[in-house]
């Protein structure tokens, strides 16, 4: 069926997969190039590479408005707090196995909801609150507190699922005011303005062609990604969209069996099933309270 005949819903299905699939492929060279190059100095190259292709696409954006924010405190918090999510996620994925970090990186939702109250003044009723309960047990089961020893990989895995839900609270109060190209180019200053401190204090590893290659390769599938998803949201909405994130855990499964000699452990596998489960009815629940008069 050609793409113009396809259901709108299924079109946002279908680029929300195409974006988290590019993201898995992301987070691979993330992995791949944690052995020979500090994650500061991968976040660094990724921002210098995003920024000519951010140009661009402000250069043929038609989205009426400027380049000055209309909440700028509230857009600088966002910008400085990306490095926050990002730097503990990046570092993750170099310690631990890729389904592994991923289970952990599922809670995000649950944060959401469990923050949405004290930080937006939202009303999160009995079930979502159940849904957030039996997701963190989820979390528990990966981790198994008492039985195997929690790594730093684990608690940053942790800290940057809980800053992505800050900052997807704080994009809820953005995304109505600003226009795309302003929330995507300030982040990426930023992380140019601070990062470079990071290479300066705590260590800058001489590049390789390949591996200054690998860094581009990652910015393009992260910008492609990024380009992806603003395209589902146009065609469907959160309901059909969100469920797509969960894709990765198959990317990861099989990219970590095939490329990194990984295999998930049950307490992976069910406490990554209980999670999704329970990030999924919440992303469900949302939909249909958002349907409500």
């Known amino acids: ?7 709108s819903a299924v079109r946002g299905f279908a680029f929300g997969l195409g974006a988290f699939g590019l993201w898995a492929i992301h987070d691979v060279v993330i992995k791949s190039l944690g052995p020979v190059m500090p994650v500061w100095q991968m976040m660094f190259f990724l ?6 292709c951010i140009v661009v696409l402000l250069i043929i954006d038609t989205e009426p408005g400027s380049l000055r ?3 700028p405190r509230l857009l600088m918090l966002r910008s400085v707090l990306s490095i926050c999510v990002s730097l503990p996620i990046f570092f993750a994925f170099t310690q631990l196995k890729l389904a592994e970090t991923y289970s952990i990186l599922f809670s995000t939702p649950l944060w959401i909801t469990a923050l949405s109250m004290p930080l937006l003044g939202e009303r999160v009723g009995p079930r979502r609150w159940a849904a957030v309960i039996v997701g963190f047990i989820g979390v528990l089961i990966v981790l198994r507190p008492g039985l195997s020893p929690i790594a730093i990989g684990h608690v940053s895995a942790m800290i940057g699922a809980f800053f992505a839900a800050v900052v997807f609270l704080i994009m809820r109060r953005l995304g109505r005011d600003e226009r795309t190209g302003v929330l995507m180019l300030y982040p990426v200053l930023t ?3 601070i990062l470079p401190f990071f290479l300066i204090f705590l260590g800058f590893e001489p590049m390789t062609l ?8 990652m910015a393009f599938l992260g910008f492609a990604g990024t380009v992806c998803i603003i395209t589902a949201y146009r065609y469907a909405d959160a309901a059909m969209v969100a469920p797509s994130q969960y894709s990765q855990i198959l990317w990861a499964t099989g990219f970590g069996i095939l ?7 049950w307490n992976v596998a069910l406490g990554g099933l209980i999670i999704v489960g329970s990030g999924a009815y919440i992303t469900w629940r949302e939909h249909q309270l958002s349907k409500r008069p």
Not at 1 to 7: E, F, N, V
Not at 210 to 217: D, E, M
């Open 1 to 7: 069926m050609p793409l113009a005949q396809t259901p």
């Open 191 to 193: 992380n140019l303005l």
């Open 47 to 52: 921002n210098l590479f995003w920024l000519p």
């Open 69 to 71: 924010p209309v909440n």
């Open 210 to 217: 390949p591996n200054l290659g690998a860094t581009a390769l």
């Open 259 to 265: 490329l990194f000699g990984e295999t998930p452990g």
